[in-house]
């Protein structure tokens, strides 16, 4: 199975009409143009998740203009996008047809294909503590990185076909729930990733590798 963007190039920056923020606060969030091929037979549906593995550890170092976040720092995963039960006759998701623009307190609920279910991303976590954003942000916001990181972060689109055709998932469900309920399905998988920072001192991020 193959996955591919016309919105940016495997390896390359993400434009930020695809994130969640930018330089001046939050930015276009729209979801990227996603399309696929070479699905193995046997495929009822897909799941998609969104993960960057390179988020920031000690928070308290997040934001500060008198510190940077180390490019060392130990770094962990942060969803940024979770669906499953895209069906199988499906092909590709159009650029902004599941997200276009932020919501304070998350999408309620966030468009998508007919039939697929949209599970949390960890803004949900990241905004609980905070009067003004706090909700259940459900479906895909973009990437917003550290100003203060030193590393550039890499968001990894990964597509899964698999051999039913719905997951027995409910309610709000996160990506670790969709990864157990997907367990012993998964007849393929692709991926594809892309950059971005707002780190001046980094420009575009372009010379990062996976």
Known sequence: MKLSSQSFGNGQPIPAEFAAGGSDGFAGNRNPQLAWSEVPEGTRSFALVCVDPDAP???ELVGRDDVSIPLDQPRGHFIHWVMVDIPAALREL?????SDGFSARGKQPPPGPAGARQGLNDYT?????????SGSYRGYDGPYPPFNDERVHRYFFRLY???????????DFTAADAHRAMHGHVLAEAAIHGSYTLNPALGDGSSVTA
């Open 57 to 59: 550890t000690v928070p």
């Open 125 to 133: 976590g990241w905004f609980a503590a905070d009067p003004d954003l």
């Open 161 to 171: 076909a698999l051999d039913v055709e719905r997951l027995p998932l409910e309610g």
């Open 94 to 98: 159009a650029a902004g047809s599941c």
